[in-house]
């Protein structure tokens, strides 16, 4: 099911020129209205004339999480406060949150988009929604329950936490859908497991993931515990919140709604537009967005874009699985590794439960790399040489992954932190200081 | 013939073995034998209970990672070479130990060891071929 076919299909010259008739006139706005971006114009020596084509887009100088903190609180809005009828702020995650203002068009696309979304993985009117995603600052909740809501869709707005309740809900009221962070995923598929509810007798076709990044392996493991299968929700609060980007059910990449959203892929440390098919950092540009226009927005989000026509139908971009942030990339002996990468060589250990965490040291001057595993019934043999062998295989199977030697730690399960909202996977004990 | 044996996984962290010793206290457990496998990061610890099935669920309850698997039990005169000659019987047979633990039974003048042969099988049989004294599973847990 498509819900805006006219939008979702559309060829490509017509998204193009689509495309540029808004970017001129959001660019026009910007200008016009935030000082920040006249500014940014002035001393880069651009006009909102200069934007003659998309490619002149690479004409506007990038808007960056620090400029956004520096407007706070509402320095980026567009528009009087008073056509502002909804603020929200980032999770704050890497620091200190940013605001983010909508005016009631604001709202009305966003409900469109996650409206799109959600029908892409199969929602419709007849379903139930448990939305675990937070309802207060973060975008989550909100995006999730405009999108239900447009489409019709019966919504639970639970939010995170209160476990057994979520447990309690999802068998009384025949939760079909299920929206959360894949950390509060795992945390309650085995929650489920320990009161002997098997997943299968639930009411559950698709389970929403978004908020945090994921590996595929990741997928693989979640859909095996909740026997549906498990889609990818892709947003930033900067820009709108979920709803940016979702998942078809042929699972190549997360469609990018161009029409509001307009991507580019550039090299984090040239700054050079990438081709498409090309690795590097997701910048996005809103056009329509009236409260608080962003161009030129770089998310710090790694992936590469691919065309053409998808299998289900839609014209739409899509970018591929956010594979880590610039900002979460860790160097280690001067080697730039992701989290997402080592998840993806442990969760290739047959049995290996998906809790790990990822312990950075110099204890003397070299890096060391410490992940600790939750030993599980699956890994545990009565025999120590069994055991310190599994050590080794995860440690290989890191080593081939990255390039580096690390240490595994196998710990008692169920000692690692749980996470309702996103798990802190990386643990930096190193000194800061130069 | 065989034995079950209980595994539990420890890391090496201060109090780890005690806890898992409370839970089985608090259950009314008492133990047999016990032995502990360690290296730098973890260890296992190896009982012999006369409930096993009742100590892994109180165990597990309490989030334990639990294995439950087979030993063989020998009972050898408690003097010289009491142990030699069963390792002697395996050896002739090339049956390779995974590792044994003995314990002295006081009142008997009698040692008891726990043995897991790699073939548990092929050991039990060499073992009562050669005239050792494998005990069953009942006179253990009764001692």
């Known amino acids: 099911?498509?819900?805006?076919?006219?939008?979702?299909?559309?060829?490509?010259?017509?998204?193009?020129?689509?495309?540029?008739?808004?970017?001129?006139?959001?660019?026009?706005?910007?200008?016009?209205?935030?000082?920040?971006?006249?500014?940014?114009?002035?001393?880069?020596?651009?006009?909102?004339?200069?934007?003659?084509?998309?490619?002149?887009?690479?004409?506007?100088?990038?808007?960056?999480?620090?400029?956004?903190?520096?407007a706070y609180p509402f320095g980026m809005f567009a528009v009087p406060r008073r056509e502002i009828v909804e603020l929200h702020t980032s999770s704050g995650t890497t620091g200190k949150p940013t605001v983010s203002g909508y005016t009631k068009g604001d709202l009305e696309i966003w409900s469109e988009c996650m409206a799109r979304g959600l029908t892409m993985v199969g929602v419709t009117e007849d379903d139930v929604i448990q939305n675990t995603h937070g309802y207060g600052l973060f975008t989550g909740g909100f995006g999730v329950h405009y999108g239900a809501q447009k489409i019709g869709a019966t919504v639970i707005p639970i939010s995170t936490g209160q476990t057994k309740r979520q447990m309690e809900i999802m068998q009384d009221f025949g939760t079909t859908v299920l929206i959360v962070t894949p950390s509060y995923g795992l945390y309650l598929a085995e929650e489920f497991a320990?009161?002997?509810?098997?997943?299968?007798?639930?009411d559950l076709k698709v389970v929403g993931f978004g908020a945090e990044g994921w590996t595929q392996e990741m997928r693989e493991k979640l859909e095996s515990k909740f026997h549906v299968p498990a889609y990818n929700i892709y947003g930033l609060t900067e820009i709108m919140g979920p709803g940016i980007g979702l998942e078809c059910h042929v699972k190549d990449g997360l469609h990018i709604f161009e029409d509001h959203f307009y991507p580019e892929i550039i090299d984090p440390k040239t700054h050079e537009n990438l081709p498409d098919g090309e690795k590097g950092e997701l910048v996005l540009t809103t056009l329509t967005r009236e409260g608080m226009p962003l161009l030129r927005f770089r998310t710090k989000d790694i992936t590469r874009l691919k065309r053409g026509k998808c299998e289900c139908g839609r014209t739409l971009v899509r970018i591929e699985r956010i594979t880590g942030r610039s900002d979460d990339m860790m160097k280690i002996r001067g080697v730039s590794i992701f989290p997402s990468q080592i998840e993806k060589a442990l969760l290739k250990i047959d049995g290996l439960e998906p809790h790990y965490q990822i312990i950075v040291t110099r204890p003397g001057h070299l890096d060391e790399l410490e992940i600790q595993v939750e030993a599980s019934p699956e890994l545990?043999?009565?025999?120590?040489?069994?055991?310190?062998?599994?050590?080794?295989?995860?440690?290989?199977?890191?080593?081939?992954?990255?390039?580096?030697?690390?240490?595994?730690?196998?710990?008692?399960?169920?000692?690692?932190?749980?996470?309702?909202?996103?798990?802190?996977?990386?643990?930096?004990?190193?000194?800061?200081?130069? | 013939m065989k034995l079950k044996q209980l595994s539990i996984f420890?890391?090496?962290?201060?109090?780890?073995?005690?806890?898992?010793?409370?839970?089985?206290?608090?259950?009314?457990?008492?133990?047999?034998?016990?032995?502990?496998?360690?290296?730098?990061?973890?260890?296992?610890?190896?009982?012999?209970?006369?409930?096993?099935?009742?100590?892994?669920?109180?165990?597990?309850?309490?989030?334990?990672?639990?294995?439950?698997?087979?030993?063989?039990?020998?009972?050898?005169?408690?003097?010289?070479?009491?142990?030699?000659?069963?390792?002697?019987?395996?050896?002739?047979?090339?049956?390779?130990?995974?590792?044994l633990y003995a314990f002295v039974e006081q009142n008997k003048n009698r040692a008891i060891v726990i043995l897991h042969p790699?073939?548990?099988?092929?050991?039990?049989?060499?073992?009562?071929?050669?005239?050792?004294?494998?005990?069953?599973a009942e006179e253990v847990y009764s001692l």
């Not at chain 1, 050590?391 to 580096?404: A, C």
């Not at chain 1, 008692?412 to 798990?423: H, Q, V, Y």
């Not at chain 2, 790699?118 to 050991?123: H, K, S």
Request: one cysteine or more.
């Open chain 1, 1 to 70: 099911m498509i819900w805006n076919e006219e939008k979702e299909c559309m060829s490509q010259e017509d998204r193009e020129k689509l495309q540029l008739e808004r970017l001129q006139s959001i660019v026009k706005v910007a200008y016009e209205n935030v000082p920040y971006y006249k500014k940014l114009f002035n001393d880069a020596g651009v006009k909102p004339e200069d934007i003659q084509s998309l490619k002149d887009i690479e004409k506007i100088p990038f808007t960056t999480k620090t400029d956004l903190r520096e």
């Open chain 1, 194 to 202: 320990d009161e002997d509810i098997d997943m299968e007798d639930l």
């Open chain 1, 380 to 434: 545990f043999s009565d025999e120590v040489k069994e055991l310190v062998g599994i050590k080794k295989k995860i440690e290989e199977l890191v080593h081939s992954e990255i390039g580096l030697r690390v240490n595994v730690t196998l710990v008692e399960p169920r000692t690692l932190p749980r996470s309702l909202g996103k798990a802190v996977r990386v643990i930096d004990k190193r000194d800061v200081g130069i």
């Open chain 2, 10 to 99: 420890l890391e090496n962290r201060k109090g780890r073995m005690w806890n898992a010793l409370d839970v089985l206290e608090k259950a009314g457990v008492n133990l047999r034998a016990l032995s502990i496998a360690d290296t730098s990061e973890f260890g296992i610890l190896r009982l012999i209970v006369p409930e096993p099935d009742r100590a892994r669920e109180v165990l597990e309850e309490k989030g334990f990672l639990i294995k439950i698997g087979e030993v063989i039990a020998v009972g050898i005169p408690d003097q010289p070479g009491g142990l030699n000659k069963i390792l002697g019987i395996l050896d002739k047979s090339s049956i390779n130990l995974d590792y």
């Open chain 2, 118 to 136: 790699e073939d548990i099988d092929a050991g039990i049989e060499v073992l009562k071929a050669g005239g050792a004294d494998v005990l069953t």
